[in-house]
């Protein structure tokens, strides 16, 4: 029988807020292959909604991470070296951006607002890796989540597109640079799922509403499919895959899109 047995290795997972995240539902499918995960909040406040997320997970690491806050990121992976000593995998699954900057055009956006989204969305891919690199002594799969608005126009996407397609670049780079320690890095590009950063995106519900009737499968993607492909990714099964960005959307970027809330054009 084949099977994904992940027994031994060890993975991080940024980017847990709730149950509907979608490190929630990789983090689960991991720990189901049987990995153990060192998991992070981004603050007190979110605390409480991500402890009994990572109870339930067995986390034998549980510390909070704001990649922003000076030292908090060094400080998670200073703690997986002197419990572990090594890490397998990486999974990155964060972004924000001001919602000012995130709700208007990209041409008004301010350059304090799109620094800030570049770093927390993209930068932190980098840094991860340049922290991880050392422990992934026996190689690694590192995963991040991106979107298809990093490659076509969609709307109210708007400075997010920017920010997903350095990101998708940024894969193809530490890939490239990576490779000689067979550190895998790759992204998943997820179609529209309702989650907490996803609110933050005007017209959220129209994009779910095209979305299923423009993909080929006719039908939104849910936060497991993105779960089964980032298992299979980290497993073995993925070993020859790096610097790409998988699609987990149905489909629907072979078929475009266009919102109907797009203003007309004079
Ligand atoms: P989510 O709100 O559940 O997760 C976003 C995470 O980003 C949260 O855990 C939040 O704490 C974290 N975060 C924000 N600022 C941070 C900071 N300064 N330091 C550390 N963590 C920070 O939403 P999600 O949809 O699961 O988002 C996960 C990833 O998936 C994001 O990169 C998002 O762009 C991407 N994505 C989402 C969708 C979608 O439709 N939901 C589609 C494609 C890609």
């Not at 000076?70 to 703690?79: N, R």
């Not at 690199?133 to 991040?144: A, C, F, K, N, Y």
């Not at 997903?164 to 529209?192: C, D, P, Q």
């Not at 993105?226 to 489909?251: H, P």
Request: aromatic share 6%; net charge negative; with cysteine.
């Amino acid at each position: 029988m084949e099977s994904l047995d992940l027994s031994g290795r060890k993975g991080l997972i940024v980017g847990i807020a709730n149950d509907l995240s979608l490190a929630t539902a990789a983090a689960r499918r991991l720990r189901g292959a049987g990995a153990e995960l060192a998991i992070t909040y981004l603050n007190d406040k979110a605390k409480p909604f991500v402890a009994p997320i990572a109870s339930a997970l067995a986390a034998p690491i549980f510390l909070p991470c704001d990649v922003s806050v000076p030292g908090q990121l060094e400080a998670v992976f200073e703690a997986i070296r002197s419990q572990w000593g090594r890490l397998d995998f990486l999974f990155h699954s964060i972004a924000f951006a001001p919602k000012g900057d995130l709700q208007g055009r990209l041409t008004d956006c301010s350059a304090e607002g799109f620094a800030q989204a570049m770093l927390i969305s993209c930068h932190s891919l980098i840094r991860m890796c340049h922290l991880a690199e050392p422990l992934m002594d026996q190689g690694g799969s590192v995963i991040t989540l991106s979107y298809y608005g990093a490659e076509k126009v969609v709307d109210h996407y708007n400075l997010m597109g920017p920010v997903k397609a350095a990101l998708e670049s940024s894969v193809r780079y530490l890939a490239h640079e990576l490779g000689e320690k067979r550190i895998r890095v790759n992204a998943i590009s997820a179609g529209a799922v309702k989650t907490r950063a996803a609110s933050g995106i005007a017209h959220f519900d129209e994009l779910l509403d095209e979305s299923a009737k423009a993909a080929p499968l006719h039908r939104l993607v849910d936060p497991d499919d993105v779960g089964r492909v980032a298992l299979t990714l980290i497993s073995d099964y993925g070993a020859a895959l790096t610097g790409d960005v998988v699609y987990v959307d149905g489909g629907l970027h072979i078929e475009g899109m266009v919102l109907p809330s797009r203003p007309a054009r004079a």
